[in-house]
Structures are given as structure tokens and as C-alpha cells.
């Protein structure tokens, strides 16, 4: 026994080593640099040891609204992609015909660039002195008002962010989920039609349970990915997101780090821990309520 214990920690040593190196260290390191005040990255000095990282950072402006954007599009974007994906894999999963085909349709967004897919929303979107954006042009068309979705209103940016966000994630969870329904056993179905079981109590009582495992995947790396949002920001705004106001918690520690505002390394480990503080304790939570509604 204690031959083959040996024989499989020597296989896991490898995978050890690297989240040792690459996971482990780094956020032993993250904590150390978030407790060191008035740290000095030319010098590599500080002052104190304390909590002062943190109270600057809970109380800096940039901040606090990098956090309502970022809970703003986790709370929007996370369930109504997982939604519109179901509804989407639900009409793919119903069509026999050329249904490859309309999946890799679908799947392309998600292996484009998404700078690139984030300068086709700006031409959408974005009101220029030569044109108003094809999207201006329909609210036009309708009897509406010009709305200036890149640099106007709080609301119109956010409505963008969230759009786009949805639009990058969505074939992904198409995908995923396409793959779960073509997994339910097709026997349950049979038995339900035997029974003249209505087609939503099918859904409700078979399909969901059946795919509910890769419901609270979705959800749970959707929560992560969002929390963890900062290219789709700049990719629709620009690098200098606090003048836009459209800053992210995970763009807030890069500016500390190599921004306008960069060389404070301190503040920008505060507030990764804070994220992850935060991550984690939604990750908790959505663990708890999968014990309930989760079907293994």
C-alpha cells in the first residue's frame, strides 16, 4: 500500500510543482504585498505593515464604481445568457436537418478576437460627425431619438457592455448545453408521451433536471468570467475606463498596476483579494443552492 501511495504522489508531483509555482506562491505573494503600506516599488521599501491597502481601496471613488459595474453586468449578463442559451440550444436540439451546421454558426463569435468583435459593436453602436451608427439609424427609423451608446449616458454604456458580453458568451453555453440535451436519455421522453405528459412538465419535470449539471456549470463560470471582465470594457471604451466610467474591479488592479495611476503594486493586491474574497463567496453560495437543486 504504501508503494502505490508513493507511485501516485510521484505522478502528481508535476501538477503539484506548477500550482506550487504558478498558483500557490503567487497568491501567498499577493497577500504579503497587500499588508506592506507605503510600499516603494523603485526602492522595494515600505513603511508599516497594516490594513491601510485595504481601507484606501474600499474608499477609493475609482473603485466602488469599478465594483457597481462589475455586479451590474454579473447580475444582467450571467442569467440572461444562461436563459437566452437554453432557449437556443432547446431550437438547435429540435432541428434534425443541417443542425452541425447552425451549431458551428453559432459557436463562431465565441473563437473571434474579441477586440475585433468589439470594434464592430463600435461601429454599431458609436455616433461619429459622418454617421450615426446602424443602430442609431433603426431607433430613427422607428420614430426615436439618437442615443450616444459609446460616450453618452452611464445607462447606454452599460446596456453596451452587457449586449456585447452576452453576444461573446453565448455560444459557448450553446454549445455546452446543446451537447447536455443530446445526452438526455430519449426513453424518458418516450415514457412522458406514453403518459400524455404535457410538453412544459417534460421540460420542467426531465429536460431540466436531466441538464442541470451543466446549468450550474454555466452559472458558476459565468459568475467567474464576469467578475473577471476588463477586455470587453476596453475593447467597446477605451484603455482609460475611470474617465469613461466604465472601470472594472479587474481593469481597477491593472491601472494600479501599469495605468496612469500605476506603480502602486499595494493597492493593486488589496483589491485582487477583495475580487477574490468575492469570487469566492458567490462560488460558496452557488455550491450550496446546487446541494438542493442539482441533479447528479
Not at 40 to 46: D, G, I, L
Not at 79 to 90: C, G, H, M, R
Not at 254 to 268: E, H, I, K, Q, R
Request: net charge positive; aromatic share 16%; hydrophobic share 50%.
Amino acid at each position: 500500500m504504501l508503494k502505490k501511495n508513493l507511485k501516485a504522489w510521484l505522478y502528481l508531483l508535476p501538477a503539484l510543482l506548477f500550482l506550487g509555482a504558478f498558483m500557490v506562491y503567487p497568491l501567498i505573494d499577493v497577500f504579503v504585498y497587500s499588508l506592506e503600506e507605503g510600499y516603494n516599488s523603485a526602492s522595494q521599501t515600505y513603511h508599516g505593515v497594516g490594513l491601510f491597502n485595504y481601507s484606501y481601496v474600499l474608499h477609493d471613488p475609482y473603485f466602488l464604481q469599478a465594483v457597481k459595474n462589475t455586479f451590474i453586468l454579473v447580475i444582467i449578463t450571467v442569467p440572461l445568457s444562461t436563459i437566452l442559451a437554453l432557449f437556443i440550444s432547446l431550437g438547435l436540439n429540435s432541428i434534425q436537418p443541417l443542425r452541425h451546421a447552425y451549431q458551428t454558426i453559432y459557436f463562431l463569435p465565441y473563437v473571434t478576437n474579441t477586440l475585433a468583435v468589439g470594434l464592430v459593436f463600435m461601429v454599431l453602436f458609436k455616433k461619429t460627425p459622418y454617421s450615426e451608427g446602424m443602430v442609431n439609424l433603426l431607433i430613427n427609423w422607428f420614430g426615436g431619438q439618437s442615443v450616444d451608446f459609446i460616450d453618452g449616458p452611464y445607462w447606454a454604456k452599460m446596456f453596451v457592455l452587457c449586449f456585447y458580453t452576452i453576444w461573446v458568451v453565448l455560444p459557448f453555453k450553446v454549445l455546452i448545453l446543446t451537447s447536455a440535451l443530446a445526452s438526455v436519455d430519449e426513453n424518458l421522453y418516450k415514457a412522458a408521451r406514453l403518459d400524455n405528459t404535457p410538453k412544459w412538465r417534460m421540460f420542467t419535470r426531465i429536460t431540466l433536471p436531466m441538464i442541470s449539471p451543466m446549468i450550474f456549470y454555466l452559472v458558476i463560470t459565468g459568475f467567474i468570467g464576469a467578475f473577471k471582465a476588463y477586455s470587453d470594457a476596453v475593447a467597446l471604451f477605451g484603455t482609460d475606463l475611470n474617465a469613461a466610467g466604465m472601470n472594472t474591479i479587474v481593469g481597477y488592479v491593472y491601472d494600479m498596476l501599469y495605468g496612469n495611476s500605476g506603480g502602486y503594486p499595494s493597492f493593486a493586491s488589496a483589491a485582487a483579494l477583495i475580487l477574490f474574497a468575492i469570487v469566492l463567496t458567490i462560488t460558496c453560495i452557488n455550491l450550496l443552492i446546487s446541494k438542493k437543486h442539482v441533479h447528479h
